[in-house]
């Protein structure tokens, strides 16, 4: 009996997932956003709703980001960028922050190993922020995932972590400063973009911004990147309940626009 049912729950989850497959292939038929960043907002709410440690809710998390991903990959999106971690995130409990850098080293690896999603999608990962702050073990698992996937060229995932914009821009100002040129210092917009971290790991214009949890804020995050004409889309659905239901209609949204601006051209 056991096993029938075993049976019958495989055969569901792959004509799902053939489903899935499926609908995403139509999706990506029309204009994909080249970039889509992640504000992953509502951990500790959806685990505190579903009666759950805080640590559950951020490995829940994870789980989502890993989805989202392979959604985005699945579409031919180019590059995602999520915010893992802001630097003002050191100022939570000693146990969550040490929760989460262990979270942060074990995935970090787990990621970048042969077979898993990064090399089957020939996705290169960047970690952007101010990594000299976070624990040695952790800017080890950094440097061993960056490396390991530095070949890949299909697509980029950039995982935040400690970042925070006013961090990037004032870095990128800085080294703009630096190299100047004494005879003419003049600085620049698209100097400073130059030197942003998203700029430096090649990613391509913000397309989309979404975040989760309901909450109309951008938290410090890709400021510069928020140009005219990115997209900011804000669900309800907290982080590690978000899947491709709630990003269809984002997706179809942009869709709708990107047609728009093609007619009116
Ligand atoms: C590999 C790796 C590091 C993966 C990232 C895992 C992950 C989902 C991190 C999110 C961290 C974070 C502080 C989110 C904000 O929501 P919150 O936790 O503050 O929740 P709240 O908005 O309900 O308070």
Request: proline letters at 4%; aromatic letters at 8%.
């Amino acid at each position: 009996m056991t096993a029938i049912l075993r049976g019958l729950a495989w055969l569901r989850d792959s004509i799902v997932n053939q489903a899935e497959r499926l609908f995403l292939r139509v999706l990506a038929a029309g204009p994909v956003p080249r970039h889509v960043a992640f504000v992953m907002d509502g951990n500790r709410r959806y685990a505190r709703r579903q009666q759950k440690q805080v640590q559950e809710g951020h490995v829940d998390g994870y789980v989502a980001l890993r989805r989202m991903l392979e959604v985005c990959l699945r579409l031919n999106v180019q590059c995602v960028s999520a915010y893992a971690f802001s630097i003002e995130n050191f100022k939570r409990s000693e146990d969550e922050v040490e929760a989460l850098m262990k979270l942060a080293e074990e995935k970090l690896l787990e990621l970048c190993e042969h077979g898993d999603i990064l090399d089957e999608y020939g996705v290169r990962l960047n970690v952007l922020g101010r990594t000299s702050l976070l624990p040695e073990k952790v800017q080890l698992a950094v440097q061993k995932a960056e490396s390991m996937t530095r070949h890949n060229t299909r697509a980029i995932l950039n995982l935040c972590m400690p970042y925070t914009s006013r961090d990037e821009i004032t870095t990128a100002v800085e080294s703009c400063v630096r190299n100047a040129d004494p005879s003419n210092p003049q600085i620049t917009e698209k100097d400073i973009d130059a030197q942003l971290m998203t700029s430096l790991g090649c990613s391509p214009p913000l397309d989309i911004l979404v975040r989760t949890s309901g909450v109309k804020r951008l938290s410090d995050f890709l400021l510069w990147q928020c140009c005219e004409d990115t997209q900011i889309q804000i669900s309800s659905t907290f982080w590690p309940d978000f899947g491709l239901f709630d990003f269809v209609p984002i997706i179809l949204d942009f869709q709708r626009k990107a047609w728009g601006r093609r007619i009116s051209l």
